[in-house]
Antibody, heavy 121, light 108 residues
């Protein structure tokens, strides 16, 4: 059974870059779509974007100008970078594996436990 | 962007009773609709995909129905472990994938 684990700094200063890595174990990162999803404390879920194992990806248009998601197949990891952060980016950040059927999009069967990132000076 | 609206925001139900949660899409998402359960301090857990297909290990008291813009998650006989927040998610029209704002199922 695949497992995902987020890692990275829990505190980022305003205007700086948030960086998180998701390590995938129990399965290969190849042939799946890998997403980041965030949840502000006490709020709902917001999809940030995904990367395919080939490196191609899609981002939420609301965040597109600030987001980069990359993959390292040799390490079975994928990473999130979100620049120019503000307090509004404070959230739990989850990595998740997308399941895609046919030409439809992804639902999320496997999730990491989440990493809280606080934006504060 | 497809807006997902869940109702009610909070639902109070007694253990053993039936709970019915609703999710509405701002445009048709066909049957590309998933339901998740989230407990405090945990990641969401997939319950239903394809509007009505239970995920692996999900008990049969959970059932999903609907298509197009109107969807329902029914829990037939509530157990203590079912009290949580439930989210719907559409994956028909993206980016972005969008979630509803959640329904909190609480003990009456």
């Amino acid at each position: 059974q695949v497992q995902l684990q987020e890692s990275g700094p829990g505190l980022v200063k305003p205007s700086e870059t948030l960086s998180l890595t998701c390590t995938v174990s129990g399965g290969s990162i190849s042939s799946y779509y890998w997403s980041w999803i965030r949840q502000s404390p006490g709020k709902g879920l917001e999809w940030v974007g995904y990367v395919f194992y080939t490196g191609s990806g899609f981002y939420n248009p609301s965040l597109k100008s600030r987001v980069t998601i990359s993959v390292d197949t040799s390490k079975n990891q994928f990473s999130l970078r979100l620049n120019s952060v503000t307090a509004a980016d404070t959230a739990f950040y989850y990595c998740a594996r997308g399941t895609r059927e046919g030409y439809n999009g992804d639902y999320f069967e496997s999730w990491g436990r989440g990493a809280l990132v606080t934006v504060s000076s | 962007e497809v807006v997902m609206t869940q109702s009610p925001a909070t639902l109070s139900v007694s253990p053993g009773e039936r709970a019915t949660l609703s999710c509405r899409a701002s445009q048709s998402v066909n049957n590309n609709l998933a339901w998740y359960q989230q407990k405090p301090g945990q990641a969401p857990r997939l319950l239903i995909s394809g509007a009505s297909t239970r995920a692996t290990g999900i008990p049969p008291r959970f059932s999903g129905s609907g298509s197009g813009t109107e969807f329902t998650l029914t829990i037939s006989s509530l157990q203590s472990e079912d009290f949580a927040v439930y989210y719907c998610q559409q994956y028909n029209d993206w980016p972005p994938y969008t979630f509803g704002q959640g329904t909190k199922l609480e003990i009456k």
